[in-house]
């Protein structure tokens, strides 16, 4: 396959021996046939969420529980009719995609952090304990959450910081349902910025209202990583380079799975550091139902197919899945399609190459030529803890990497498991003519 050369095989090389010449490092092989790429050793066995989640068990639950891919739903105790939750804030490593793990701060072990999943008229309490470096101190805001000041989580305004090692308690009733967060609320560049976040769901205290078949929710967050390192860059304002859903890029990111003719909700929120995120679903047209500021009632809501979802912001959509397939569901912004994008690199589209090679080599030692196709490359080069965006599909390569999943719908399944690729009936599919 002649594949031609796009942007996205492009990683910048600002790291190690690809300074001088930049152009160098783009031209990987990128099939996971052809050899992991290098990864840089973590300190501790990296904590990936788990891949497959269990189905719900019909009637142990008066709501369908929502499934946040790759990411786990906080456990609670009971206390005297009051749910007690526990975070714990800490420095943890997070595999993004396979051979790509990432010094990040996060809750319970994972960025993000634990689904904290609720009803609405419940009385919860929160204790959050603070196990960050020494010197660090954080809070916790409860994004979009009604409540009372001083539960609001705003270091110095309405609260103390919390220092290291305290545990501090947020208690208070929930008086309202729909999609919301929870991030630190002091020092927020620095600990957002290096993963402090999560999603907080209300169910309505009536379990008809607003019910669906199957409920998903997703967190966007991007990150500067520089190539060859494995630590956020805080810092930084505009030039990401990595972007994730619920902390996973494509291809480590679980396919949203649903069975053919079942209602369907995605909530998806946005705590990344500047970008609104444009979230584009193939093969429906959805509605957007609700905010964090909640519901959207039903004559307000209108049709799309890509809802933009800007940072400190939640969108919840719905479908009728009455489309069997394999539907790609990803951030349209395409930038952010991406694993290592890179960004200030010579436009080099249309420049006629074939002996540009060899006239470079011999002004510069070791330099390698960029060849015209992808196919049968061997891995050169690649900087450690990074790989690339481009996988085996069932019909061909898929070029995606970074804020991609797939949703899956399929007749006939029970569970959440990865049914595999999608079986087109004969004579579907586009083909040569
Ligand atoms: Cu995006």
Not at 137 to 159: A, E, K, R, S
Request: charged share 15%; net charge negative.
């Amino acid at each position: 396959m002649n594949h031609p050369l796009t942007r996205r095989q492009i990683l910048t090389a600002t790291a190690g021996a690809f300074a001088a010449v930049p152009v160098l490092a783009a031209f990987q092989p990128e099939h996971t046939g052809h050899g992991a790429p290098p990864t840089v050793p973590p300190a501790a066995p990296p904590k990936p969420g788990p891949s497959v989640v269990a189905a719900p068990v019909p009637g142990a639950s008066p709501y369908t529980p929502v499934i946040m891919p790759d990411t786990p739903t906080l456990p609670f105790e009971m206390d005297n009719g009051v749910k007690v939750f526990r975070l714990v804030a800490e420095p943890v490593q997070r595999e993004f995609a396979p051979g790509v793990v990432v010094n990040c701060w996060g809750y319970n072990g994972q960025s993000p952090g634990p689904m904290i999943e609720a009803v609405e008229g419940d009385r919860i309490r929160l204790l959050v304990t603070n196990n960050l470096p020494d010197g660090i101190h954080t809070t916790i805001h409860w994004h979009g959450i009604l409540l009372p000041n001083g539960m609001d989580g705003v270091g110095g305004l309405t609260q103390k910081h919390i220092r290291n090692g305290e545990t501090f308690k947020y208690e208070f009733t929930l008086r309202q349902h729909g999609t919301y967060m929870y991030h630190p609320h002091f020092d927020e560049m620095f600990q957002m910025g290096l993963g402090l976040m999560g999603m907080f769901v209300v169910h309505p205290r009536e379990a008809s209202v607003r019910r669906v078949d199957r409920d998903f929710a997703i967190l966007l967050n991007e990150w500067l990583v520089k190539p060859g390192s494995a630590t956020p860059d805080p810092t930084e304002m505009t030039n990401f380079n990595l972007f994730t859903f619920n902390g996973r890029m494509f291809p480590g990111t679980s396919p949203l799975v649903a069975r053919l003719g079942e209602k369907v909700r995605i909530r998806i929120g946005n705590l990344s550091m500047t970008n609104a995120h444009p979230i584009h679903l193939h093969g429906y047209s959805f509605n957007v139902t609700g905010t964090d500021g909640g519901p959207i009632r039903e004559s307000a809501q209108w049709p799309e197919v890509t809802t933009n979802v800007p940072t400190g912001a939640a969108r919840d959509i719905e479908f009728i899945a009455d489309a069997e397939g394999d539907w790609a569901f990803h951030c349209h912004k395409v930038h952010h399609l991406m694993n290592g994008m890179g960004h200030n690199l010579p436009l080099n589209l249309g420049v006629k190459q074939d002996d540009l090679a060899a006239r470079l080599a011999k002004r510069i030692p070791g330099y390698m030529a960029m060849p015209a196709s992808m196919s049968g490359m061997m891995e050169m080069g690649r900087p450690p803890n990074t790989i690339g965006s481009v996988w085996p599909g069932p019909f061909d390569e898929i070029d995606a990497g970074g804020m991609f999943t797939v949703v899956k719908v399929r007749k006939d399944i029970a569970t959440y498991d990865d049914p595999g690729w999608y079986q087109h009936p004969e004579g579907t599919v586009a083909e040569p003519v």
